[in-house]
């Protein structure tokens, strides 16, 4: 499979900031299947792993949290999802996926919270105002169109630094590759945060390459609803076994991890932070402008950290158990 994520790859979507130029300018320009449909908050579906959760609206997180248990937090009021200790599956079966999900391995993660949507434009509007931390230069050019402002979407044309800025300033952090892959996939290693089936023909489940896609379609007869990054929590039935939300599609999110294609066949697999040193930092998720193999939980891609210039890309973060 060819490798086209940010514009430090070969693609047939982004060579150069050019390039990504022309990218938003032609999603702004590209009609939309469907009427405008913008929840007004975040629905908490039960999770599948967890179907009688208890929701937290608590100063500290709970003593005693079950998996799938949410906890909503200050100082963003992020709602983040309990995924608890233990061992799951990182990577792809031979015959599946890309040579860097390979070797598949068992990797034990002590307990974390996850957010349970990407970090919106609400979110991050309120940590540049309590923090005087420098809005991107795509913050200016283009959040002023509407396909992008709204306060429920996910916020993009952040950079590394900017979403790891972002996290310290919320008493968070990015989170780990494994932490990303286990919140998406539960410890059954499913291929999808919904299961191992890409049945997206019948049941509207993520925001991917449909018919709205202004560059290159996967699919005409398919309609998500969207052909922009989708307000968070758009797809309930999407959500991963913990209940985490917009997983596979909507934005591709940045990780705490420096990529290494070869890592899986080195790294540590008890609590792994990822290389040590590297040029391009792990993205998970895939995004609005991808297709079925860019969204399984164990895609791997990356990026430039100081990438900003792009309207596909955006975080979110976790906070370990104690």
Known sequence: MSRWMFPRLVSSRLLCPAACAALVW???CAPSCVADERPTELVFPAPEINPTAVVWRTADPPAHPRAG?????SPDGEAMVYVPSGEFRMGSP???GDEDEHPQRSVHLNGFWMDKAEVTNAEYARFLTATGHPAPSFFYQ???????THPHQPVVGVSWDDAAAYAEWAGKRLPTESEWEKAARGPDGRRYPWGSEWDIQTTRRCNFSDCNDPVARSSSTIDDGYGYPAPVGSYPRGASPYGCLDMAGNVWEWCADWYDAAYYTYGETYNPKGPPTGIYRVVRGGCWLYDAPYLRGAARDSAYPSCRDFNYGGFRCVKSER
């Open 26 to 28: 032609l999603a702004a």
């Open 69 to 73: 248990d949410v906890w909503v937090c």
């Open 94 to 96: 031979p015959g599946e």
């Open 142 to 148: 283009h959040w002023n169109h509407s396909r992008y």
